[in-house]
């Protein structure tokens, strides 16, 4: 089992930065390729940015991509999720989630709570 909680949400104005921390335990952080995906009002949830497991690669939603950052430290076990620029539409509840990597969720076993983030405009 693998227990994630997220941090780091809240309110912030169109333009703005916050960064986003999942912490990791149990099972052994480096054997999980993490991922983070968001729900907003109404929508399903989708794929935001997730560091695989093999090769180390990093993938971003086209949404996202040049103001989003995902990183990880491994002797922390957290994954941060860096966002800058933020518009409206970022609105959502953030979830981290471990597993084999990729934008699809059914390849990720284990989820955070979520953590809310909205931006004003």
């Known amino acids: 089992q693998v227990q994630l909680v997220e941090s780091g949400g809240g309110l912030v104005q169109a333009g703005g930065s916050l960064r986003l921390s999942c912490a990791a335990s149990?099972?052994?952080?480096?054997?999980?390729?993490m991922g983070w995906f968001r729900q907003a009002p109404g929508k399903e949830r989708e794929f935001v940015a997730c560091?695989?497991?093999?090769?180390?690669?990093?993938y971003y939603a086209d949404s996202v991509k040049g103001r989003f950052t995902i990183s990880r430290d491994n002797a922390k076990s957290t994954v941060y999720l860096q966002m800058n620029s933020l518009k409206p539409e970022d609105t959502a509840v953030y979830y981290c989630?471990?597993?084999?990597?990729?934008?699809?969720?059914?390849?990720?076993?284990?989820w955070g709570q979520g953590t809310q983030v909205t931006v004003s405009s």
């Open positions: 989630a471990a597993g084999r990597g990729g934008w699809d969720q059914s390849e990720y076993d284990y």
């Open positions: 149990g099972r052994t952080f480096i054997n999980y390729a």
């Open positions: 560091t695989r497991l093999i090769g180390g690669s990093i």
